[in-house]
């Protein structure tokens, strides 16, 4: 299915942010891959980080001259739960896959190259596991990258070699993180690429205060209490049970507390609906927890609003790729309270942009320590926009797609 209700974009209006000079210098680059048209593949066009990136970067990447499509592959529960169970093997967990499992992933792919995907661009990049076996069903002539989006520190063996045998044949392969980049991985090009945030989204832009009070008061949030918030999937790996471990400690010593967890149902995720209500049990009848979701009107500004107001973000992931709301977090100047996974370590650094909590109780106390101290706060802000600035934005993840496609040409 092709996504066409992109918004119109235009790397022009970044200047303010990153200078003529960068600017220009991104235009340049693209001027000489003119002849590449691209196309991007992935499961969802709702929900998750990978839904949030495309939508700024395919209008972008047009308006630097690059023809950039973004089409989403079909699939039912019976196929998502698949996909779900190699999502959570690559990050870790011990799950096999049956014959039956691999040929339901397997057909599935090959009917939407069939019937459902328009492949005619001269480079695909392939988004997660879900949709990379298309490369072994479509026609060859094109050059083929992947783009891994999960933690990849510790697969479970099998499930790895499994998903590796399906990347022969692509050019390139993209991780977030050295330490993702397996010896098996048989792709010739292997790079090294964080994600990114859009400072002009609708997510991300600045809001005014009223806007932000018009916000909570709809969901019946005090601005003048604490707040704690974590925004992420329902998903075994986001662990929203230590968030609400960490609240109920730190509610001890404040208690007018209030925590938010924010989340969205992707339709790429059955597994979301069931953590969904295993959450909604562990919160139990706590009226200063709030569980916020697009089944609420929860859309991005809501989630711009939610982080704006926070006193203390936290991101208490056993796995996490990268974990771009913790970056959405540091752009909007909120220290972050998080476990030291993934992507994470290159975002929180431990008392300069946040705090690194391996335990529950130690991440409710530099809590308790940041909601004590708002000139930390502020400082811990500060350093954290500066930070997501120079290394985590959409602008720089653009100028880094161009260096690899000029090395794949
Ligand atoms: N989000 C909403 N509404 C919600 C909840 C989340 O808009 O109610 C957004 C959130 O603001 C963020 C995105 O969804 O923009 C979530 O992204 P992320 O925190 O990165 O998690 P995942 O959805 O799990 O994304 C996968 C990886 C992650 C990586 C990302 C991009 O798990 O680690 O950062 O892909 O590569």
Redesign the pocket.
């Known amino acids: 299915m092709l996504i066409q209700d992109l918004s119109h974009k235009n790397i022009k209006d970044y200047t303010s942010i990153y200078g003529e000079e960068y600017i220009n210098r991104i235009v340049e680059k693209a001027e000489k891959l003119r002849d590449i048209t691209l196309t991007h593949v992935n499961s969802t066009s709702l ?4 839904a ?2 495309l939508y700024s970067l395919v209008p972008l990447m047009n308006s630097i001259g690059i023809t950039t499509r973004w089409e989403v592959i079909k699939g039912g529960n019976e196929f998502f739960n698949v996909t779900k169970k190699i999502h959570n093997a690559l990050q870790g967990a011990e799950i096999d896959l049956s014959d039956e499992e691999k040929r339901i992933y397997l057909e599935n792919n090959k009917w939407n190259v069939e019937n459902e995907l328009v492949l005619d661009s001269t480079h695909i990049v392939v988004h997660d596991p879900q949709p990379l076996p298309i490369r072994k069903f479509a026609e060859n002539n094109k050059k083929w990258i992947w783009r891994c ?2 933690d990849l520190s510790t697969p479970y063996k099998p499930v790895w070699l499994f998903i590796s045998q399906l990347l022969r044949g692509y050019e390139a392969s993209i991780f ?1 993180l050295k330490e993702y980049i397996h010896p098996e991985t048989p792709t010739p090009i292997k790079y090294v690429m964080p ?1 990114s945030i859009d400072p002009l989204s609708d ?1 991300n832009k600045e809001l005014s205060w009223s806007t932000i009070e018009k916000i909570l008061n709809r969901y019946g949030i005090d601005p003048e209490k604490p707040i704690l918030l974590q ?3 329902f998903d075994p790996w986001k662990d929203p049970f230590a968030a609400i471990d960490v609240y109920r400690l730190v509610k001890k010593e404040f208690p007018d507390t209030q925590l938010l967890l ?3 149902m992707a339709t790429d995720d059955p597994e979301g609906w069931i953590y969904y209500e295993k959450t909604l049990k562990y919160a139990g009848m706590d009226e200063d927890i709030f569980i916020l ?2 089944l609420k009107n ?1 859309g ?1 500004l809501e ?1 711009n609003a939610f982080q704006r107001a926070a006193t203390v973000v936290l991101q208490m992931s056993r796995r ?6 913790v970056t ?1 977090a540091l752009w909007k100047r909120k220290p972050v309270v998080a476990r030291p996974r ?2 994470i370590k290159l975002q929180v650094i431990d008392g300069v942009t946040g705090h690194l909590a391996e335990t529950v109780e130690e991440a409710a106390k530099k809590t308790i320590y940041l909601i004590k101290n708002p000139q930390k706060r502020k400082e811990l802000g500060e350093n954290g926009y500066k930070h997501v600035l120079k290394h985590f934005t959409i602008v720089r993840h653009i100028e880094n797609y161009l260096d690899l496609l000029a090395k794949i040409v």
Not at 320 to 325: D, I, K, P, S, V
Request: avoid cysteine.
């Open positions: 929900g998750g980080g990978v949030e990136i989006h999960i977030h994600p997510k925004v992420a999937r924010v989340t969205s979701t697009n929860v991005t989630v996490e790729g990268f974990g771009l709301a959405e993934g992507g």
